[in-house]
């Protein structure tokens, strides 16, 4: 069963909208890990409220290609309006940045809060097979 770890950010209700997620999440995984909540400054488009990031780690049955579509439907339940500035406020933003062990999202090291997050996962799980 694949091991992901997908990357969180929201800056509209941040602390609700996440944690409902996280919830959602731990349907596919009971055991779903959840690091640090971060707050960051928005990149891009920067006339809008601070993002809270994060990331989820958890196991599941389903191929990356279905987990990318059940996220998407996750994003939309919690309120998701995507518009044409990809960089604009959103409920939740959730992508796949790790699958076992390979990298799949280049946000992984282009930003450094994606890396902060990825990595604190990444290391909880060594700690527990430990």
Request: glycine share 2%.
């Amino acid at each position: 069963m694949p091991f992901y770890i997908v990357a969180v950010c929201s800056n509209i209700d941040a602390q609700t909208n996440i944690h409902q997620a996280f919830e959602l999440i731990k349907k596919i995984d009971s055991q779903a890990s959840m690091a640090k909540l971060l707050s960051t400054e928005p990149v891009g488009f920067t006339e809008q409220a601070d993002f809270t990031n994060t990331a989820f780690s958890f196991n599941s049955a389903l191929n990356a290609t279905d987990l990318k579509a059940h996220l998407k439907s996750i994003e939309v339940q919690l309120g998701r309006i995507r518009t044409s500035n990809k960089n604009g406020p959103r409920t939740i933003d959730l992508d796949i940045v790790k699958i076992d062990n390979e990298i799949v999202d280049d946000d992984y090291h282009q930003y450094d809060f994606v890396k902060k997050s990825v990595d604190e996962l990444v290391f909880k799980r060594a700690m527990k097979s430990k």
